[in-house]
């Protein structure tokens, strides 16, 4: 496979020089199934970085320069990658610092992963060996790990260890896949929002832990104080937009209007035809179920959604079925005895009571049942 190596550069004129030589006679050499290319992703470095690139390209065979203005970190990946598909036609891609901290050793262990079938392979500094800087001041150092387990917290996803760091190779489907919805990351939040819309939509990832050193020359381009506002905003905003957009979001909403229409058939039935309020409350319970299955059909599972007549009236005799035993006994059992024990005045109360004892039941069952075996019918079963 083609393999290029992208080396985003700002001011790096010092580090890119002792960085190549690295990479071409240490680290290339020993690699032989793979063809390894350089591409430097300057932005116009003041300091000249461009030119001690072409003087190495003149050495070099396999080296290419990507100048553009500088708009960021993230932009800086986005165009060279790009860059790297499409004029240098790479299969796969490293993300790989200019200034030494990531250990250039271990890309034949990255491209080991790739080779057993990873889709992305991430540089883990958290766990099993991979460390951070020993003389970081402890402030430094607490961050890092903090704002690392945060993330995995918040996105409930504990496997992958380092969300932030930028030592990574990947293959080009990956990126393909991605590159619209990156676009407005330009800075070093890139990194974060690159990983967590591979994992989304379930990418293979796999780690290589290594020891993150700090740089001896030039100084970092982070802004600490803005790229912590940026990551806390990132994901919490992420995670909120997710429940909210997502399954558990259309499912209060599914249910909530169930809920409505259950509500108002029970009081129009008692209030204008004087029924009483126990069969009134199935008649409203089987209008909400329906409302909740053609609901959760169209909407919350669109994509698994039945496709024929037959599926489509199966699923929904499942879906009563399943539903019944809440309804009948809990729910409507419970306006029932309310309404035996201390007459139809208080009905509504004995309703909304016997709603919250249904709730209870479902999230129950939703536990221990539905989300155990999650098969795509039984997953409907919500009201
Ligand atoms: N082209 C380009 N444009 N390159 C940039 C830019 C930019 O705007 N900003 C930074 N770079 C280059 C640097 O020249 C360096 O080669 C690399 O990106 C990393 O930048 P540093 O300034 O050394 O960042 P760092 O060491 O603080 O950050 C590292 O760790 C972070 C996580 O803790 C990087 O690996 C980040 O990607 C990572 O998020
Ligand atoms: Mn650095």
């Known amino acids: 496979m083609k393999v290029v190596v992208i080396i985003p550069t700002y001011n790096e004129k010092g580090n890119i020089d002792r960085l190549i030589q690295i990479l071409e006679e240490e680290i290339f050499s020993s690699i032989k199934n793979h063809e390894m290319y350089i591409l430097v992703a300057d932005d116009n470095s003041p300091d000249g970085t461009a030119e001690v690139v072409k003087k190495l390209m003149e050495k070099y065979k396999n080296i290419e ?130 990983l967590h819309k591979v994992v989304r939509d379930g990418f293979r990832i796999g780690e290589v832990p290594f020891s993150f050193t700090d740089r001896t020359l030039g100084r970092s381009k982070i802004a600490p104080a803005g790229y912590i506002f940026d990551v806390l905003k990132f994901v919490i905003v992420t995670r909120i937009k997710e429940i909210i957009f997502g399954k558990f979001g259309k499912f209060l909403v599914v249910g909530g209007f169930g809920f409505i229409i259950n509500a108002m058939t029970l009081r129009v039935l008692v209030e204008y035809i004087d029924w009483h309020p126990a069969p009134a409350n199935l008649v409203g319970a089987a209008f909400a179920i329906f409302s909740n299955y053609n609901f959760n059909n169209i909407w919350t599972f669109r994509e698994r959604r039945s496709r024929t007549l037959g599926m489509y009236l199966f699923r929904m005799i499942e879906f009563y079925a399943s539903s019944s035993f809440g309804v009948v006994v809990i729910q409507t059992g419970t306006i029932f005895l309310g309404t035996a024990l201390l007459g139809k005045e208080f009905y509504f109360i004995y309703f909304l009571i016997g709603t919250s004892f249904l709730l209870l039941w479902n999230f129950t069952m939703y536990n221990r049942v539905i989300w155990r075996k999650k098969s795509a019918s039984q997953v409907q079963y919500c009201y």
């Open 65 to 194: 320069l990507n100048s553009g203005e500088k708009k960021g970190l993230g932009a800086a990946y986005v165009r060279a990658m790009t860059y790297a598909i499409e004029t240098m036609q790479a299969d796969v891609m490293f993300e790989f610092d200019a200034d030494l901290s990531h250990d250039p050793k271990k890309i034949p262990a990255f491209l080991q992963k790739i080779d057993e079938g990873y889709d992305m392979v991430i540089g883990n500094r958290y766990s099993d060996g991979g460390s951070i800087p020993q003389n970081w001041p402890p402030a430094r150092k607490a961050f890092s790990i903090v704002a690392n387990l945060f993330v995995r917290i918040v996105f409930l996803r504990l496997t992958i260890h380092d969300w932030t760091g930028g030592f990574r190779a990947l293959k080009k489907e990956v990126f393909l896949k991605e590159k619209n919805e990156l676009e407005k990351y330009n800075g070093y939040i890139f990194q974060i929002s690159f």
